[in-house]
C-alpha cells in the first residue's frame, strides 16, 4: 500500500502527520502537487509536481494509484475517482470515504456550489483546528490497523 497526498491543499500539520508516520512505518508516500514542494529528506517519501492546470495533480493521482492504495484528499470528485478505481480515500479532518457514502457527499457538493453560485452561501469549511488534526491522525490509525 502507497500513501497519495492530493498536497496543493492539504494543511501542512497533516503533511507532518504524513511524514512521521512514513518515516516509523517505512510507507511509500507521494505527495503531487503543481507548485514545488518541500519534503524531509527520506528514502520513502518523495513529491512530485506537476504541470499548472485544473486537475492536473489530480488526474495524475488517478493515473498512478494502485488497488488498495490510500489518498488524502479534501476534494470530493476525485475521491470517488479513487473509490471507483477501488483504493481509500481519506480527508485531512478524518473522514473516510466510502463507496457507501462518495454518492451523499458528491450530492452536498454540488448542492453547495449551485448555492455559491446563486449568491446564497459563501466560503468553504472552518480553519483546520487541533481536534481535526486529532481527528485525521485517529482515523488514519483506525485505517492502517484495518487496511495493512
Same mark, same amino acid.
Given at each position: 500500500?502507497?500513501?497519495?497526498? &492530493?498536497?496543493?491543499?492539504?494543511?501542512?500539520?497533516? *503533511?507532518d502527520?504524513l511524514?512521521r508516520l512514513a #518515516?516509523?512505518k517505512q %510507507?511509500? %508516500?507521494? %505527495?503531487?502537487? !503543481? /507548485?514545488s %514542494?518541500?519534503v @524531509? @529528506?527520506s *528514502?520513502?517519501?518523495?513529491?512530485? /509536481?506537476?504541470?499548472?492546470?485544473?486537475?492536473v495533480? &489530480?488526474n495524475?493521482?488517478?493515473?498512478?494509484? /494502485? #488497488?488498495? &492504495?490510500?489518498v488524502i484528499?479534501a476534494?470530493?470528485p476525485l475521491?470517488? =475517482?479513487?473509490?471507483a *478505481?477501488h483504493?481509500?480515500?481519506?480527508? $485531512?479532518? +478524518? =473522514?473516510?470515504?466510502? *463507496?457507501e !457514502?462518495?454518492? =451523499?457527499r458528491?450530492?452536498m457538493?454540488?448542492?453547495m456550489e =449551485?448555492m455559491?453560485?446563486?449568491g446564497?452561501?459563501?466560503?468553504? $469549511? @472552518? $480553519?483546520? +483546528? /487541533?481536534? &481535526?488534526?486529532q481527528e485525521f491522525? !485517529?482515523?488514519?490509525?483506525r485505517?492502517?490497523?484495518k487496511?495493512?
Amino acid at each position: 500500500m502507497r500513501i497519495w497526498v &492530493d498536497a496543493d491543499a492539504c494543511p501542512n500539520v497533516i *503533511k507532518d502527520i504524513l511524514f512521521r508516520l512514513a #518515516e516509523r512505518k517505512q %510507507l511509500s %508516500l507521494t %505527495l503531487v502537487a !503543481n /507548485q514545488s %514542494l518541500t519534503v @524531509p @529528506p527520506s *528514502k520513502v517519501i518523495r513529491a512530485v /509536481q506537476v504541470s499548472g492546470g485544473f486537475d492536473v495533480a &489530480d488526474n495524475y493521482i488517478v493515473a498512478h494509484i /494502485q #488497488e488498495g &492504495d490510500l489518498v488524502i484528499t479534501a476534494d470530493i470528485p476525485l475521491a470517488a =475517482e479513487v473509490i471507483a *478505481k477501488h483504493a481509500h480515500a481519506l480527508n $485531512p479532518r +478524518g =473522514e473516510l470515504y466510502t *463507496k457507501e !457514502n462518495i454518492r =451523499e457527499r458528491l450530492a452536498m457538493r454540488d448542492f453547495m456550489e =449551485e448555492m455559491r453560485s446563486a449568491g446564497q452561501t459563501s466560503g468553504g $469549511p @472552518p $480553519p483546520l +483546528g /487541533q481536534r &481535526d488534526k486529532q481527528e485525521f491522525a !485517529n482515523a488514519l490509525d483506525r485505517f492502517l490497523a484495518k487496511y495493512r
